[in-house]
Nanobody, 121 residues
Framework: QVQLVESGGGLVQAGGSLRLSCAAS????????MGWYRQAPGKQRELVAT???????NYADSVKGRFTISRDNAKNTVYLQMNRLKPNDAAVYYC???????????????WGQGTRVTVSS
C-alpha cells in the first residue's frame, strides 16, 4: 500500500551529522507511529526512534540526546537528524510504519533498501 523510500545516508567522520529522510507515498498520519530502525553487521535490527501519530517521540538509550525524529506531514516525510555520530552508529537505517499488535507497536510494512550510514573514526 504505502511505499517508503529512505535517503540521506553517507560517510561521515565521528562527531559529524547526517539527516535521513523517509518519504512516504501516502499519509504518515494513517499509522499509529513511524519508526526508524537500524541494522549493523552481525546484529539484529533495532528500533532507534519512534514518532507517534500524536507527535510524541521515543528513542533508544544509545541515541538519546543525539538523534531527533521529526516529520513534515504535508510532505509525508519523516526525518532522523543524527548528531555527534559515533562509529557504532554505522548501520543500514530503515524506516517503517508501525501498528499496534497485541498491545505492542510493531513494524507493519515491508522493509525497503534502507540507507547506509558509515562513520569513520
Amino acid at each position: 500500500q504505502v511505499q517508503l523510500v529512505e535517503s540521506g545516508g553517507g560517510l561521515v567522520q565521528a562527531g559529524g551529522s547526517l539527516r535521513l529522510s523517509c518519504a512516504a507515498s501516502g499519509s504518515i498520519l494513517s499509522f499509529n507511529a513511524m519508526g526508524w530502525y537500524r541494522q549493523a553487521p552481525g546484529k539484529q535490527r533495532e528500533l532507534v526512534a519512534t514518532i507517534h501519530s500524536g507527535g510524541a517521540t521515543n528513542y533508544a538509550d544509545s541515541v538519546k540526546g543525539r538523534f531527533t525524529i521529526s516529520r513534515d506531514n504535508a510532505k509525508n516525510t519523516v526525518y532522523l537528524q543524527m548528531n555527534r555520530l559515533k562509529p557504532n552508529d554505522a548501520a543500514v537505517y530503515y524506516c517503517n510504519r508501525m501498528i499496534m499488535d497485541r498491545n505492542t507497536l510493531k513494524p507493519a510494512g515491508s522493509w525497503g533498501q534502507g540507507t547506509r550510514v558509515t562513520v569513520s573514526s
